[in-house]
């Protein structure tokens, strides 16, 4: 290694911030729905970088997030467009928040790491066993006792 070359630090170790491939979406009041989007995120001593995708076109993404709090936020720059603020928490179950182009346009998003169950899709499970009947159809309640059984 040269003296010009300067080592790489780690990439983060904290579960809320795998970096890797991320999926999610963003709403729109204006187009109704979620608007899915593809990133491939970086998170590495509180920098967050990465591209994408999504309706709009492909876009980079350069931002910050915080361990204390689970905060983030960043630009996402749509290549050869515009730029958009997000801005963000991460509990654990992916990054929600706001994004905005100001001054008029804004709405919510969500992204997790893909292969994360989607964290907006409530599941409820619930397991038990089912109890046998106390007497099954079919089933006699006493064994009859054949005639002259036990008289020897």
């Known amino acids: 290694m040269s003296e010009t070359d300067t080592p790489i630090p780690p990439n983060e170790t904290d579960p809320r911030f795998p970096s890797g491939p991320w999926v999610g979406f963003f709403l729109q009041k204006e187009l109704p729905g979620r608007h899915g989007m593809e990133l491939h995120l970086t998170f590495r001593q509180g920098v967050l970088s990465g591209e994408g995708r999504d309706r709009v076109g492909m876009f980079l ?29 991460n509990e654990g179950k992916g990054i929600w928040g706001t ?54």
Not at 67 to 89: P, Q
Not at 138 to 148: K, L, S, Y
Request: hydrophobic share 35%; aromatic share 14%; net charge negative.
């Open 61 to 89: 993404v350069r931002g910050r997030y915080n361990l204390d709090d689970g905060s983030c936020h960043w630009v996402k720059t749509y290549v050869g467009r515009h730029d958009v603020f997000y801005a963000g928490f």
């Open 99 to 152: 994004w905005e182009i100001a001054p008029r346009w804004k709405g919510g998003f969500y992204i997790w790491p893909e292969g994360m169950p989607d964290p907006t899709q409530q599941r409820l499970k619930a397991e038990a066993d089912v109890p046998a009947p106390s007497n099954p159809v079919g089933v006699p309640e006493e064994e009859p006792i054949p005639a002259g059984a036990g008289m020897d």
